[in-house]
């Protein structure tokens, strides 16, 4: 049963367009939404993160949108740079359950 | 300077033998995890642990066990009962504060079955 489905799986986006990467969620009790950047042989990292008591973050280049009503959640990278080609992890978790639950990735390749 | 080291970068294990994989972290984080990661698999929960002494099976520990005798040690034994070993294996931590949290990752050990 995959509770988080994360599209599409791979993306490629020409330097300083706009990447968007959707995730749908099935567990109304999820209460907190990271995306994860994880670069070729590295462990992921943290890029941003929401919580559903607010429809949008947004820091630097990077925007979180959240749809409540519909359990979506998106990832918006503007002026996408070469720099940023690494596969992009959503994720959720509810309450003060630790697990994490992963989507399955989308693999960004941004062209110079 | 702090972080998730695990070792060795690669591991190569033959049939029947059971390896282990280290994490170690200086993070003063209470709670570690484990994960597997396959291409287009995204990243699945093999144990984790809350606490040093207590630990729990992820979505996926068959084949795997783990031992939390100390805060910032948190070692993986991949059995010979996983016949299909072969993955990424991603160490993690958090603070354990038992609210949604930041998860670090250490840089990974990649295991291969010779």
């Known amino acids: 049963q995959q509770q988080v489905k994360q599209s599409p799986q791979s993306l490629i986006v020409q330097k300083g367009g706009i990447s968007i990467i959707n995730c749908a969620y099935e567990?109304?009790?999820?209460?907190?939404f990271p995306w994860y950047q994880q670069f070729p042989g590295k462990g992921p990292a943290l890029l941003i993160a929401?919580?559903?008591?607010?429809s949008e973050k947004k820091e630097g280049r990077f925007t979180i949108s959240f749809n409540k009503s519909a359990k979506q959640f998106s990832l918006h990278i503007m002026d996408s740079q070469p720099g940023d080609s690494a596969t992009y992890f959503c994720?959720?978790?509810?309450?003060?359950?630790?697990?994490?639950?992963f989507g399955k990735g989308t693999l960004l390749t941004v062209n110079p | 300077d702090g972080g998730i080291t695990q070792s060795p970068k690669y591991l190569f294990r033959k049939e029947g033998q059971n390896v282990t994989l280290s994490c170690e972290q200086n993070?003063?984080?209470?709670?570690m995890y484990w994960y597997r990661q396959d291409p287009g698999q995204g990243l699945r929960l093999i144990y984790y642990?809350?606490?040093?002494?207590?630990?729990q099976k992820g979505d996926i520990a068959e084949g795997y066990s783990v031992s939390r005798e100390k805060k910032e040690s948190f070692p993986l034994t991949v059995t010979s009962a996983q016949k299909n070993p072969t993955a990424f294996y991603l160490c993690?931590?958090?603070?354990?504060?038992?609210?949604?949290?930041?998860?670090?990752f250490g840089p990974g050990t990649r295991l291969l079955v010779l």
């Open positions: 993690a931590s958090s603070i354990g504060t038992g609210t949604p949290e930041t998860q670090y």
């Open positions: 929401i919580r559903p008591d607010v």
């Open positions: 994720a959720a978790s509810r309450g003060s359950n630790y697990k994490l639950t």
């Open positions: 993070l003063n984080h209470d709670a």
């Open positions: 567990n109304t009790a999820f209460d907190y």
């Open positions: 642990s809350q606490i040093v002494n207590d630990f």
